[in-house]
Each structure stands twice: as C-alpha cells, then as structure tokens.
C-alpha cells in the first residue's frame, strides 16, 4: 500500500480522498494555488505544496508543477479527483515516466473513452447498446444533410472532444441543420480545439441513468447499479439519486451486467462509469467518464461502499474488496449539487461566507470545503458543496433532504438552496417523474 498519495484537487472533492486516506492511515499533500492558500483542503491535508497563481491552467493543470510536488513530498501515488487532470491520458502518462502511481484507469483506457466516436464504437464492440447516429465524424454539410434525413428529426450534434455539456446543438428540421452544424464545429474548435462533430438521433424525453463499474485491471469487473441524473440545467446534473425511479430490478440486472462484462473485458482498472439515455425500456450508451463522478456518494450510501478507497486498492495492485455477489442495494440516496450562484439566473456568487452550519443527523451526510470566514475565490467551479441523504426508501429520503435543506446555513453569497426547496414541492419530482428536459421546462415556466 501508499504510504503517501497526493490529491491533485481542490475543494469538496479534495477532502473526500484526504478523508479515505486518513482512515486507511496514508499521509495526504494538498496542492494549491495561491487563491486557495486558506483553503479546507489545505488546512486538512497532512502536507501541502503551492503549485502556482490563481489561474487553474497555471495551478492545478499545470503538470510539472504536480510532480515536482509529489517529488518533493515523496508522494507516491496522485488521486486526480474529478474534472481538472483526471481524463488527461498524457498527465497518467507523464506520471508513469517518473514512476508515480495514478489513482485511476491507464492512460490508452482514458484516450478510448475520451474520444466520443472511439467511445461508442467500443461501447458497440463490448456489447453496449448505443444511440443510433453517424459512423463517425461528420466533415461536411452535405455529409450532416444525408445523416440526418436518413435519420430523421430532430438531431444532436454533438463535439467528438466534447465534455461538461457544452459543444451540443439540437436541429429540429433540415432549416436549422445547416446553422447548427457550423455553430456547433465553430464552438467544438474553440472549445476544445477540435472541430470534429457527430450526429445523433436526438431522443425526445429520456432520462440520464449512468451505471457505476469498477475493474480491478485483471479482467474482473462489477457493477453497482444506476443513478438517475436526469435533473440538468443547460446539461449538467443538479440532482442525482439510486436507484433509479424508473429501473426495476430485472432492467437493472440486465444493463449491469452487460457493463460490468464489458469492464472486465476491456481489463479496465478502477472506477468508471457507463452513461446512458434511457427511453421506453431502451438504454443508449452516450459516453463513459473514466473517474470517479461528483454523484459518487449516492452509490456508496446505498451500496455501502467507499468508492476512494476500492480506487486506492486497486490503483495499490491489492484488488477490489467486494465481489458481485457482495453488492446489494439498501435504501434510496438523493444528492443536490450546492452551488455559489444567484438564481433563478445562475450567475456566479464568489465572496465571503459570514455564516456557515452544515445540517446532520441520521442519513445526512454533507461533502463540503465551506467554513465561517471562508472566501470563495472566482477562479473556480461554483461548486460549494454536496448534499446526499439516504433513507429507507425514497418518500424517506425526500423528507430527509426537506428536512436537511431547512437546517443548513450559508450566509454571505447566494447558493441554489432556494432552487431545490422550490423543486422538493413539486408533485413531478415526488414522483420521481422527469425526462433529461423537465428542468429546463420547469425554469423556464417559473422564472420566465
Ligand atoms: P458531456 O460529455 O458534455 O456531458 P454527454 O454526451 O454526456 O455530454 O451528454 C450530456 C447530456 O446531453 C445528456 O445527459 C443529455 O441530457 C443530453 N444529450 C446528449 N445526447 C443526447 C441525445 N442523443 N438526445 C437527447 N439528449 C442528449
């Protein structure tokens, strides 16, 4: 086993891996900008090491600058947590040159699944079912035309480098195909510096459900069920739970297992997770993250797992600690994503929390790097917290994340806080009764 690892993250996510080392008795190194000099997960961390200045690309992407870190801390090994490095195949590269070890799949595993067009090709080689579309990339107008009426309307283009919802366009018809071909390559290129597009069927009202899986890189894999992410606002999640409302057990069984089959095929190594749109008891593979996800935490309360620590067991070449037959669902988990943002126009609130009370009790559990006094820096994601509760079953969890939300304080900024009172009330999300679109419909139709 490590006896050091350094994170190379910052805020919540950056306190969970402190957390699970602490509790397997490995040292931890923060790394930070010089923004976040006060920030939790440095005062956490056993060690800590400034990386750079404010901006993200000069800190916490800055690869030399995180092995210089490890290097000089005699850290052996680097969780990457999410976003930032953690999908970056020439960062596990550059780690297996100076012999650290990466908490996450092999680099060639990242660079299949970071290709959308590579990714579903290999999703349908592995058995996955995917979403009908091109094959392949789409170089031209006249190209885009014949796909999209042999297809029929409406269409998704969609960025082959994509990521984080953006570098997505919807045409409803061949008048707005044209527009929406070129915005989407003119915004893939400036986005992501490639201008390669796809298309896809554009399915009408289906909801996100994401499988988790986790290899061990000898050709075991496993599954731990869905989690439903179909609460989006402009793509990107706000609410997540397991299991899914709409997944019946035997649905359940039968995805699983074609992912998990997949996983230990491919002899893919660590946490990953397959998504999928889901229509009329159909599942389409969209793309799989090769990471560890925001909305881990929902699977590990029903599971009963600590998805970081399975991450470092295996990354330590010491296996996974559950086998299929030891995973079985109990209870229902929901998560809302806490950001520092007004609503209902969602635009950034950095500054200072005068006041902060995280909310507990049983089947609460608060993943947040917020304290009294602490001034979120706008350099960053929004994101201030997560809030996950479980309960016996989902009318318990709702009541609990009711309850949980009227006992957290954040003062000083503007959070979304007031967005999930708002939903909680709502007779659709009590039901558990939403496509990817509901939200979207919603804000529109309460907001204006
Ligand atoms: P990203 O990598 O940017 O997150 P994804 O491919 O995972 O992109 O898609 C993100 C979201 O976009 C999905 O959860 C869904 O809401 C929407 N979406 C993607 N593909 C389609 C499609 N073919 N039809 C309808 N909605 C889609």
Request: proline share 4%; with cysteine.
């Amino acid at each position: 086993m490590f006896d050091k690892i350094l994170i190379a993250n910052r805020g919540e996510i950056a306190l969970r891996v402190i957390r699970a080392c602490r509790e397997m008795g490995i040292a931890s190194v923060a790394v930070h900008s010089t923004a976040d000099s006060d920030a939790m997960h440095v005062r956490m961390a056993d060690e800590s090491v400034c990386i750079g200045p404010n901006s993200s690309t000069e800190s916490y992407l800055k690869v030399s600058q995180i092995i210089a870190a490890c290097e000089v801390t005699g850290a052996q090994a680097i969780h990457p947590g999410y976003g930032f490095l953690s999908e970056n195949a020439a960062f596990v590269q550059a780690l297996e040159d100076h012999d650290i070890a990466f908490i996450g799949p092999s680099a060639e595993h990242i660079r299949m699944m970071g290709d959308k067009i590579t990714a579903k090709e290999t999703a349908k080689a592995l058995g996955i079912p995917v979403v009908p579309g091109s094959a392949g990339g789409v170089a031209d107008f006249e190209t885009a035309r014949s796909v999209a009426e042999e297809m029929g309307f409406p269409v998704i283009i969609k960025a082959t480098a994509g990521g984080g919802g953006r570098g997505m366009k919807v045409a409803t018809s061949l008048d707005d195909l044209e527009v929406a071909f070129r915005t989407a390559r003119s915004e893939a290129k400036s986005n992501f510096g490639n201008d390669e597009v796809y298309i896809e069927k554009y399915l009408q009202k289906p909801r996100h459900i994401e499988i988790q899986v986790f290899g061990d890189g000898k050709g075991r894999g496993v599954h731990l069920g869905e989690r439903d992410c179909s609460l989006q606002r402009r793509h990107q999640k706000v609410f997540e739970e397991a299991p899914g409302p709409s997944i019946s057990p035997s649905e359940r069984e039968r995805i699983g297992t074609i992912c998990a089959n997949a996983i230990a095929k491919l002899g893919y190594s660590g946490a990953g997770t397959i998504e999928f749109l889901y229509e009329d008891g159909e599942f389409y593979f969209i793309e799989m993250n090769t990471r560890l996800q925001v909305e881990h935490p929902v699977t590990e309360a029903i599971y009963g797992v600590d998805l970081v620590r399975q991450q470092i067991m295996v990354a330590a070449g010491l296996g996974m600690e559950f086998t299929q037959e030891d995973l079985h669902i109990n209870g229902h988990s929901i998560e809302v994503r806490i950001n520092a943002e007004h609503v209902p126009n969602f635009s950034p609130c950095p500054g200072k929390i005068t006041a902060f009370h995280s909310p507990g009790g049983l089947g609460v559990r608060m993943d947040s790097a917020l304290y009294t006094g602490y001034k979120i820096p706008p350099y960053y994601d929004s994101l201030i917290g997560k809030l996950i509760v479980h309960g016996r079953d989902r009318t318990e969890a709702l009541a609990r994340l009711h309850r949980a939300l009227g006992e957290l304080i954040v003062d000083g900024v503007d959070t979304t806080v007031p967005l999930f009172e708002a939903l909680l009330a709502e007779p659709d999300i009590q039901s558990g009764n939403y496509s990817i679109h509901w939200l979207e419909h919603w804000l529109k139709r309460t907001y204006g």
